[in-house]
T-cell receptor, first 112, second 111 residues
Framework: KQEVTQIPAALSVPEGENLVLNCSFTDSAIYNLQWFRQDPGKGLTSLLLIQSSQREQTSGRLNASLDKSSGRSTLYIAASQPGDSATYLCAQRGTSYGKLTFGQGTILTVHP | DADVTQTPRNRITKTGKRIMLECSQTKGHDRMYWYRQDPGLGLQLIYYSFDVKDINKGEISDGYSVSRQAQAKFSLSLESAIPNQTALYFC??????????FGPGTRLTVL
């Protein structure tokens, strides 16, 4: 059974700090991994998608890495801003036709 | 206009009522999904469809049914709603790349 764990469950940082969110998965047969952002009461916004053949993906201040051998992905946020405050979710897909398995998320608060 | 839309956005109903949640997409994606989100449990897959003729059960399909009326439309029904189906429901779509795009969600409360 696929399981995805995110650490920490919550994180509070001052504006401007660089930070790392962690995602661990138990199934090494990973097809891709996707990072999402969710604002309170809202839907999920796709941030980055990393295919199993890739090591990392970058979009603006965000960088996501994937290490299949250790079963880990990290989301790096540079120069954090209050607008980055949200819940960040990672989700693993095991096969091309498999379902996404979600972690429970990290609640990020960036205070001015 | 939003690429993935859900109606209604909020719904309060009573135990035993039949409820339909609708999802439409303009992304042209073949694959569509229904999830529910509960505090502390994350997102769980209810049903998914890879094309109009394909319907598959997810992790928690009991008490739910779906209909894929067209490539762009995927509806979720609760035949007889019960209080523990109170949750936030999301529709999502993906193309062959498998990157998933989510709708804004429907907040359902069953009294």
């Amino acid at each position: 059974k696929q399981e995805v764990t995110q650490i920490p469950a919550a994180l509070s940082v001052p504006e401007g700090e660089n930070l790392v969110l962690n995602c661990s998965f138990t199934d090494s047969a990973i097809y891709n991994l996707q990072w999402f952002r969710q604002d309170p009461g809202k839907g999920l916004t796709s941030l980055l998608l990393i295919q199993s053949s890739q090591r990392e993906q970058t979009s603006g201040r965000l960088n996501a890495s994937l290490d299949k051998s250790s079963g880990r992905s990290t989301l790096y946020i540079a120069a954090s801003q209050p607008g980055d405050s949200a819940t960040y979710l990672c989700a693993q897909r095991g096969t091309s036709y498999g379902k996404l398995t979600f972690g429970q998320g990290t609640i990020l608060t960036v205070h001015p | 206009d939003a690429d993935v839309t859900q109606t209604p956005r909020n719904r309060i109903t009573k135990t035993g009522k039949r409820i339909m949640l609708e999802c439409s997409q303009t992304k042209g994606h073949d694959r569509m999904y229904w999830y529910r989100q509960d505090p502390g449990l994350g997102l769980q897959l209810i049903y998914y469809s890879f094309d109009v003729k394909d319907i598959n059960k997810g992790e928690i399909s009991d008490g739910y049914s779906v209909s894929r009326q067209a490539q762009a439309k995927f509806s979720l029904s609760l035949e007889s709603a019960i209080p523990n189906q109170t949750a936030l429901y999301f529709c999502a779509t993906s193309d062959i790349s498998n990157e998933q795009f989510f709708g804004p969600g429907t907040r359902l409360t069953v009294l």
